[in-house]
């Protein structure tokens, strides 16, 4: 009787370590801008790590009384977000970023720089309470027609995003920070946004191991504390699964062949990439067994009954044998062993870091004036056949508005207009897509001056067709590119902002008023 009551007790402690460890290699997500019970709960069960997305977000001071709520809880969790900067915020997810994203960077090419902005993102995010981002993108921007990457590359030159890349990481782990390069073993050469299907790479191995993974190379011998998979086929590496669910990759490569050590985080699970083909349960148990670590979900499934069904899937992977326990317990100790780094990092920099301090506009308008507007300004490119002609009153500004990719979302807003308002009040603004777009434009605008805003002319023929239209008009139309300069420079003059950052719209607008 003893011994059978001795081994019950056994087997429910390795029934409770089984599912504390299936919690602990989650990362989801939750809507609202303070924690859930059920995430609170979660995290006294095993759960290790929450996501943060725009929809958290209002402030600062917010956003510190969240991290310390979910502290109060767990005090070693990962927070994590995904703050690339330019496009790509979280944290200005209303306003716009006060840093330029990666393809401004790269355009200055200017290492320290690039260290010196993600050193200051990095002290903005810890004092925030977040201690992992899901960045830098170290994607080689190798097909300029690329949906989802543009210019959240460094660039198409690997030599340069691989310099980049290092340097991002070891500004921001300056930070206390925790690094998650991303997306492996390389998104840049896609036609195919992973958000809606499965993209495919064909490029040969010689291709692969000079190109793309050159950056993550850079990224690993820089320190970077996370790697995150990305949802692709490679068929020169594993002609059979993605990245994210192949053995090949993650373990054969990554781990085995690049010699990487720290976590390897899935892309989102939700992604139709994934989702759409092996559904989110038996993509995390592949994922798992595959070598990741921790399973990115959240974005859009952003529940308890999520975690769940995630949490049974895991467990009843390893109970029937397709999941090894020992290959889970290698991943939540993987989780553990980066929650110990954040929470060593951030008391050695709470000395001299501070908390935030529940301003409701924290630094924003003072890093503005600073590293990320300095930076922004750096990148543009202004190209004119003519001396420029400067505004001789408000103008109006046609954003030529494409599609936006579900990365950068549509609530961030861009463009000029508002920073332009700022310099030359009377500013008038429209946004117009479609094959009629130039007509409405020249009608709204009037006898105004055009300043016409576009995002990869290259990729979209209807906003070519439109400033053709435009400039045979009205040949002072200013033209602002605010994604990858593909197109030729055309424009009385034509400013290339390498980003769609407010910072960098700041930057065009100063020169455009002749600020």
Excluded at 304 to 310: A, F, G, I, N
Excluded at 493 to 515: D, K, L, N
Aim: net charge negative; proline share 5%.
């Amino acid at each position: 009787m003893t011994t059978l009551a001795s081994g019950t007790a056994a087997s429910n402690a390795d029934k409770d370590d089984l599912a504390r460890d299936a919690l602990t290699v989650l990362q989801p997500g939750f809507t609202g801008t303070t924690a859930p019970d059920w995430l609170l709960r979660r995290l006294g069960e095993g759960l290790n790590s929450v996501g943060l997305f725009g929809r958290n977000i209002v402030s600062p001071g917010q956003l510190a009384a969240l991290t310390a709520q979910l502290r109060a809880e767990r005090d070693d969790v990962l927070v994590a977000i995904d703050e690339e900067g330019g496009d790509v915020t979280r944290l200005e997810v209303r306003t716009g970023s006060s840093y330029p994203g990666n393809h401004a960077l790269g355009a200055v090419d200017d290492v320290d720089l690039t260290r010196e902005v993600a050193s200051a993102l990095g002290r903005r995010l810890a004092a925030c309470g977040v201690n992992l981002n899901w960045a830098p993108s170290a994607d080689v921007n190798s097909n300029p027609g690329n949906p989802v990457i543009g210019v959240r590359s460094f660039g198409a030159d690997t030599d340069l995003v691989a310099r980049h890349t290092a340097a991002y990481v070891t500004g921001l782990q300056s930070a206390g920070v925790a690094a998650c390069t991303k997306h492996f073993p390389g998104h840049g050469d896609t036609a195919v946004d992973s958000h809606h299907a499965l993209p495919r790479i064909d490029a040969d191995l010689p291709v692969l191991q000079a190109r793309e993974l050159a950056p993550f190379r850079a990224a690993i011998a820089a320190g970077t504390r996370a790697v995150m998979s990305a949802h692709i086929l490679v068929p020169a590496l594993d002609p059979d699964r993605p990245a994210t669910l192949s053995r090949r990759i993650l373990t054969g490569l990554l781990r085995e062949e690049l010699g990487y050590e720290g976590l390897i985080v899935t892309d989102g699970m939700e992604m139709q990439a994934i989702a759409a083909t092996y559904g989110i349960e038996r993509g995390s148990v592949l994922a798992i067994a595959a070598g990741a670590d921790a399973i990115c979900v959240g974005g859009g499934l952003a529940d308890d009954e999520t975690v769940r069904r995630l949490r049974d899937a895991l467990v009843s992977a390893v109970r029937t044998g397709e999941l090894a326990e020992e290959r889970l317990a290698d991943a939540a100790a993987r989780v553990r062993a980066l929650a110990r780094w954040t929470s060593a990092a951030s008391a050695r920099d709470a000395r001299g870091a501070g908390a935030a301090n529940g301003t409701e506009d924290g630094n924003r308008e003072d890093d503005a004036a600073g590293i990320g507007l300095t930076a922004a300004r750096r990148a543009l490119r202004v190209t004119s056949s003519a001396p420029y002609v400067p505004l001789d009153g408000a103008p109006y500004v046609a954003a030529l508005t494409p599609v936006a990719n579900i990365a950068v979302g549509d609530e961030t807003p861009w463009g000029v207009a508002a920073e332009l308002a700022r310099l030359v009040p009377g500013t008038e603004t429209g946004g117009f897509t479609g094959d009629d777009a130039a007509a409405r434009v020249l009608a709204a605008a009037g006898s105004r001056r055009i300043v016409a805003v576009v995002r990869d002319e290259h990729r979209h023929p209807w906003m070519a067709t439109a400033l053709d239209t435009l400039l045979a008009a009205r040949p002072d139309t200013v033209v602002v590119e605010m994604g990858v300069p593909q197109a030729p420079p055309r424009g009385a003059p034509h400013i290339a902002t390498y980003g769609a950052a407010r910072v960098c719209g700041r930057a065009a607008a100063e020169v455009i008023a002749g600020a």
